[in-house]
Every structure is written in structure tokens, then in C-alpha cells.
């Protein structure tokens, strides 16, 4: 599987150092950033989360791709491109599988001790997991609400495309009464 999936918590120690998870080393064997032969992530702070996001090369492919749907010197663009890369860290990943989480990502991801790695398909994300748990808390009640409104949705749209389904004949709903 070629897919960031899962979650997993580990301990930092007092260098910034963690180990990121085995499934996500494999992943990024394939899929990391390369220089030389030494292993890296790209990493930098999520625009719209305390957390980071971080990933290989389809990460950054994605990205690409976002901003070249944009105008060259548009200020959406050098905006997005300001956001995303200009704040990308390429963390090495060690020979024990640790990368070394700079102060300033620790900082936005309000990381103390241990962090929530948390597999998002192309990407992943690092959390604080007290901050996590109130975000996953948070997005399983918009699925559910969401879940109620798509079913609402069919239904309207079952309805819709048959109106003769809402309606029962006089002799289906057994209101026609018993014949002599």
C-alpha cells in the first residue's frame, strides 16, 4: 500500500528527535525525498491546523500541482506558494528512523513530549496528541452530521426521481376495505 494510513504515537526526546513510523518509512523509502542516499520528509506547518504536514515526493507533486492551476505572479499563488514552501523543512531521517523536528515546527504543533503521527492518504500529519484527540473528536461528530445529511439528501433525491414510491394505492395501503 502506497497510502499514508493509521496513527500512531511516539515519545520526542530532548535533542527533538522521533522515530517516524515503520509503515511511514516504508512508504517514504519509495516515496521520500532523496539526496544521495540518505532519506528525507518535507515538513512544514499546516495552514489550517496546529500540526504539521509532512510527506515524500507526491506531497510535494500535489503542491505543484495546486499552484499551477493558479496565474503566474498572481497573488493567490505567491500566497499559497509562500504558505506551503516557504515554510518547508527537509527533515533527514536517520539510520534509526528518527528525524530531528526543528523548534519552530515543535512550536506551531504545540509538541512537548510525544507526538501523533496521523496518516492522511499522500500525506501525513504530526500532532500534539491532546490536540489530536479533540480534532478527531471534532471531525468524527461533522462525519456523522454529514453522514445524516447525505442520507437525508437520497432520500430526497429517491423521492424526487420517483414520485409514484411516496404514493400507495387505495388497495396497497389496505384502505380500500374488504369486497362482498
Keep these: ?9 511516539n515519545k520526542i526526546d530532548a ?3 522521533i522515530s517516524v513510523p515503520a509503515p511511514f518509512r516504508a512508504i517514504l523509502e519509495r516515496d ?17 491546523a496546529p500540526a504539521l504536514d509532512a ?3 507526491r506531497l510535494a507533486q500535489k503542491i505543484d500541482r495546486l499552484l499551477g492551476g493558479l496565474a503566474d505572479y498572481s497573488d ?15 527533515l533527514a531521517v536517520d539510520g534509526d528512523g528518527r528525524i530531528v523536528l526543528p523548534p519552530d515546527l515543535r ?10 503521527f496521523v496518516g ?24 456523522q452530521d454529514h453522514r445524516r445529511l447525505f442520507a437525508q439528501q437520497q432520500t430526497q433525491n429517491v423521492a424526487a426521481a420517483h414520485p409514484e414510491a411516496g404514493r400507495r394505492s387505495s388497495d396497497e395501503s389496505g384502505e380500500g376495505g374488504a369486497r362482498e
Design 1 to 9: 500500500m502506497d497510502r499514508f494510513v493509521s496513527t500512531f504515537e
Design 15 to 17: 535533542k527533538g528527535r
Design 32 to 48: 521520500g525525498y532523496k539526496e544521495s542516499a540518505a532519506l528525507g520528509i518535507y515538513c512544514y506547518p499546516s495552514i489550517d
Design 55 to 57: 510527506g515524500g515526493e
Design 76 to 90: 493567490e499563488r505567491d500566497e499559497l506558494s509562500l504558505a506551503l514552501y516557504g515554510d518547508v523543512k527537509v
Design 107 to 116: 512550536e506551531h504543533a504545540g509538541l512537548g513530549s510525544k507526538a501523533t
Design 120 to 143: 492522511m492518504g499522500d500525506k501525513f500529519q504530526i500532532w500534539a496528541p491532546e490536540r489530536f484527540e479533540a480534532r478527531r473528536a471534532e471531525a468524527r461528530a461533522k462525519v
